[in-house]
């Protein structure tokens, strides 16, 4: 590992953030989800990052040998959450504020319906990609 890569807890820590998302801001599925949910006060800051970016967050993952084009990661607490276990986690932290949050926290807060539904949200994204000329994360 290069000696200037840094470790998820260390952008955290740097970011003040108590929370980091990293997903696939050119997937108009997946940045919907992330506009719409709605985060439990008790998780604090959530920091935003796009997988297509040289973020010390993204270059961490791809070491870890992590593969964004399979799902979004979650970071919090030194934990790293990636694909049905990422939205699980979401599910279990979002709010009661809207019909879309109470549909979210009713799903996946069950981490066998996130497990049986993301690969059908990975499809959707492939798709949606294909159809907009969009090349897949490198």
């Known amino acids: 590992i290069p000696k200037d890569a840094f470790s998820i807890k260390t952008c955290r820590a740097k970011s ?6 990293i997903y696939d801001d050119k997937c108009p599925m997946c940045a919907s989800y992330l506009r719409h949910i709605r985060l ?4 604090g800051e959530v920091k935003f990052v796009s997988a297509r970016s040289a973020s010390p967050h993204v270059l961490d993952l ?11 990661v979650v970071a919090m607490n030194g934990a790293i959450y990636h694909g049905p276990a990422a939205l699980h986690v979401l599910g279990l932290l979002t709010t009661n504020s809207t019909i879309f949050n109470r549909l979210n926290k009713f799903l996946f807060s069950r981490s066998w319906i996130a497990k049986l539904v993301y690969p ?7 798709l949606i990609l294909w159809v907009r000329h969009i090349k897949p994360i490198e």
Do not use: P
């Not at 791809?62 to 979004?72: C, P, V, W």
């Not at 059908?120 to 492939?126: E, M, P």
């Open 16 to 21: 003040k953030s108590a929370m980091v998302i």
């Open 120 to 126: 059908l949200f990975r499809i959707a994204r492939r």
């Open 62 to 72: 791809n070491l870890r040998g992590y593969d964004l084009n399979a799902g979004m």
């Open 40 to 43: 439990k006060k008790s998780v």
